[in-house]
């Protein structure tokens, strides 16, 4: 969850529609997703442009994902995620699985200290061999943000996934939960810290735990600049992520 730190956007490429737009919130560059919803008939794109992941002797990376998202309501949006480029250590490379989601803030949009949404997903096998989990799977995501008077601005997240079985058929289930605190260094400068624990129900994978932070750069009132690093905290976890993207709302 990011929060660009000019907050007076007013709307744009929609004469029609003169009422400001809201401060860019963000779902990227932390793994907790923000509660705010993007401007009814808006568009906003977040794509990180590169991640490189390193864990023991393997590593991958990712080129262009992209969350693409669109304001239906003043309170919901539609996203659809495209992994447009993925890299693994056995050679397999190409386009990843497609993902819907859908963004329902219950309260907290547009004014108060916080705010909560709700953001059902479904994920589509239509990657690549070797990349593709071969599953359909989805899950719900329940974001809360918190401001203050301050500086700082927190969120916390929990997330049930059905999450398909790695060696064999049918799915188990998977537990995330976060907790982010963001600071404004400056008037565009900010930085975030976040801890993020995964417990799975069953599957290959048992427990893993991140220690996430980075830095985001409001280059305009639509327009933000990430980057930062993803660091594993159990033998389960991913080593180290470092990554770069980029936000921008019309």
Known sequence: ???????????????????????????????????????????????????????????????????????????SDLQLVLPLYEHVVDGANGFGDIQLRFKQNLWGNDSGRTAFAIMPFIQLPTGADGITTEKFEGGVILPLGISTAGRWSYGVQVELDLVGNELESGHHFSFLSSATAACELNETMGMFLELVGIANEGGAVNTEAYFNTGLTHAVSETVQLDGGVRIGLTSDSTDFTPFAGVSVKF
């Open 1 to 75: 969850m990011s929060t660009v730190l000019m907050t007076t956007g007013v709307a744009v490429g929609f004469p029609k529609d003169e009422t400001p737009l809201r401060p860019l919130s963000t779902d990227r560059p932390d793994a907790t997703e923000s509660p705010y919803t993007v401007d009814k008939g808006h568009f906003q794109f977040e794509l990180e442009v590169l991640s490189y992941s390193m864990d023991g002797e393997e590593d991958s990376f990712a080129l262009s994902e992209l969350n693409f998202k669109y304001g239906i309501t003043g309170n």
